[in-house]
């Protein structure tokens, strides 16, 4: 399950995509808060093409999102990666300042995943592999390595037309 708080810059909305994971047997999943009167049946997750359910609701800007989970049957459920999750229902928090609940769930989720890597970042080098040369493989090497400079004196002449 997760909920991803979203801001469209041009219009200055804001939003809250709920997403649940699993097969609910067909049943219909709602999601209900403050932003529907706690009215179940009205923000239904549809079915998305990855196997999970979805809904965009439209919140006030830079509210916290108090929400639970009803699906068909009277089943209600929270969502365990909510910032807060008491009797009450789910939170997530949106403010900068808010309580310390998000904080350690922020700190929790930061311990847990893994940095993005940098966009122009060089890759990271493989180890070389190590071979043990053999006896054969020690009179090529050494033999090529006697026949480099006179390849390069070779180059050099042929490039500068002499």
């Known amino acids: 399950m997760t909920v991803e708080l979203l801001r469209n810059v041009r219009t200055g909305r804001s939003y809250a995509r709920f997403i649940v994971e699993g097969h609910w047997d067909d049943r219909a999943v709602s999601v209900v808060g403050p932003f529907n009167d706690w009215t ?14 979805s809904v965009l609701v439209e919140i006030p800007e830079g509210t916290d999102v108090q929400f639970r989970y009803l ?33 350690a769930a922020t700190a929790k989720k930061a311990a847990t995943a893994k940095a993005p890597a940098a966009k122009n ?6 180890p070389t592999p190590t071979k043990k040369l053999t006896e054969a493989d020690k009179k090529v090497t050494a033999a090529a390595a006697k026949k480099a400079p006179a390849a390069k004196r070779a180059t050099r002449k042929a490039a500068s037309g002499e």
């Open 121 to 126: 970042a060089a890759p990271a080098k493989r």
């Open 71 to 103: 699906a068909t049957g009277n089943d209600w459920f929270d969502d365990p990666d909510a910032d807060a999750v008491t009797e009450h229902g789910c939170t997530m928090y949106w403010s900068p300042g808010a309580p310390a609940a998000k904080k």
């Open 40 to 53: 179940p049946g009205i923000d239904v997750l549809r079915p998305d093409r990855n196997g999970t359910r």
